[in-house]
């Protein structure tokens, strides 16, 4: 039986998280996937993008999230002598008249120090710039980069294994332990980072998750050089090699990972408002993330079986929000803090 004080059931961006802040405080940590090769975060952007919307709204407690994110991210190439994460300057170009006159009126008292406007603004031979915009800086995590070469890192450790797991039938419990005997795993604590698996989960069968349907394009666009990620919209982000990504959709209706047609219209044809170029598509994928009722995620042990904990919701943030909000997670667990009401499961159930 292998024993350790917590098993994070799901190696998305948020059980990722969470297993390596547990680790660094000098837990024994077990990490069970499934392996799935399209889940929300094996296809996500890896996008952190400081101001966002049609409203130019600064994304919340960007400041502090982002550079603690920049610092875990940076520690854990260093740990797995891999990269995956880069610092990426970000263009966002104006999409109407009532953008152009929401910047004037919120840059100065917003976000001051987080725009520029370079010029000039991008190569008008590749882009529409009638209207104009800004540039930010923001960061790209490569995600499917970063989960390989944690669980690589898990893998060596022993601290890693492929499961599929069913949250009432393979659970035992004991007094302090809870048991997956058919894995011989024995755990203090089993944490749930399922994503948006979690809906079907009975533990949580009354947190109010609404999911949303992303789908998102790899595309080739032979003479384009930008290397920023451009926003108006949709965005347009520079992936690897000549390889650029562009996404992505919201579908609060179909959750399911089904490619469609309307998809892939809908990117190319808000593409086309920007960008003079022509796109040749080379692979399209869906998947649906973890939105919560409220957007913000949630955190904590089940009142009724506290050998169970969740970490989960975080919608479209997962790359900037998961190292914070872990470390955060792992304070509650230690009872050096508080769960505030909004992020506490408690407060869901
Ligand atoms: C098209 C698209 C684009 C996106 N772009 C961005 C972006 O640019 N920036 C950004 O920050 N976020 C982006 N996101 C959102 C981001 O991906 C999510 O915030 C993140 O994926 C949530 O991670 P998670 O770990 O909670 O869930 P998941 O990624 O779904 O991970 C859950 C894991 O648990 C496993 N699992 C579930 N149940 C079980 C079980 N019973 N047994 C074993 N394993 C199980 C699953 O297989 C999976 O590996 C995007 C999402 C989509 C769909």
């Known amino acids: 039986m292998i024993q350790s004080d917590y098993l994070i059931l799901g190696q998305g961006l948020a ?39 049609l409203r130019l709204v600064v994304s919340w407690k960007f400041e502090e999230f982002f550079s603690f994110a920049t610092d875990y991210y940076r520690r854990i190439e260093r740990e797995t002598k891999s990269q995956f994460y880069e610092i990426k300057p970000m263009l966002r170009l104006f999409a109407s008249p009532a953008e152009v006159q929401q910047y004037a009126q919120r840059s100065q008292t917003h976000f ?21 915009g800004f540039e930010m800086t923001g960061g790209q995590l490569d995600v499917p980069a970063y989960l390989e070469a944690s669980r690589r890192y898990f893998e060596s450790d022993t601290r890693f294994q492929q499961a599929e797991v069913d949250p009432v039938n393979d659970l035992e419990f004991e007094s302090n332990t809870v048991r997956l005997p058919k894995w011989n795993l ?28 992303g789908e998102i394009l790899t595309l080739k666009i032979p003479g384009l050089n930008e290397q920023r ?71 904590g042990l089940h009142p009724q079986q506290p050998q169970i904990g969740f970490f989960n919701g975080f919608a479209s943030k997962g790359s900037l929000q998961t190292p914070w909000m872990a470390n955060h997670f792992a304070d509650i667990l230690e009872g050096k803090a508080t769960p505030v009401k909004s992020l506490d499961l408690v407060h869901k159930l």
């Open 15 to 53: 059980g990722t998280a969470l297993a390596w802040t547990l680790m660094s405080r000098g837990y024994r940590v077990q990490v069970v996937d499934r392996g799935e090769s399209i889940t929300s975060s094996k296809i996500a952007a890896g996008l952190i993008t400081p101001i966002t919307g």
């Open 112 to 132: 001051p120090d987080l725009v520029t406007i370079p010029e000039p603004l991008a190569d008008e031979s590749q882009f529409e710039l009638p209207l104009g």
């Open 186 to 213: 024995a755990a203090d604590k089993i944490i749930f980072c399922e994503g948006i698996h979690s809906q079907q989960n009975p533990w949580f069968k009354t947190i109010p998750f609404e999911g949303a349907k």
């Open 229 to 299: 990620v451009v926003h108006r919209g949709i965005w347009l982000a520079h992936w690897k090699e000549d390889l650029y990504r562009a996404g992505s959709t919201y579908d609060r209706e179909h959750l399911n990972c089904e490619p469609t047609l309307a998809g892939r219209e809908e990117i190319c044809s808000r593409l086309a408002e920007f960008l003079k170029l022509p796109v040749e598509v080379i692979d399209h994928r869906a998947a649906v993330r973890p939105v919560i009722r409220g957007r913000l995620p949630i955190m």
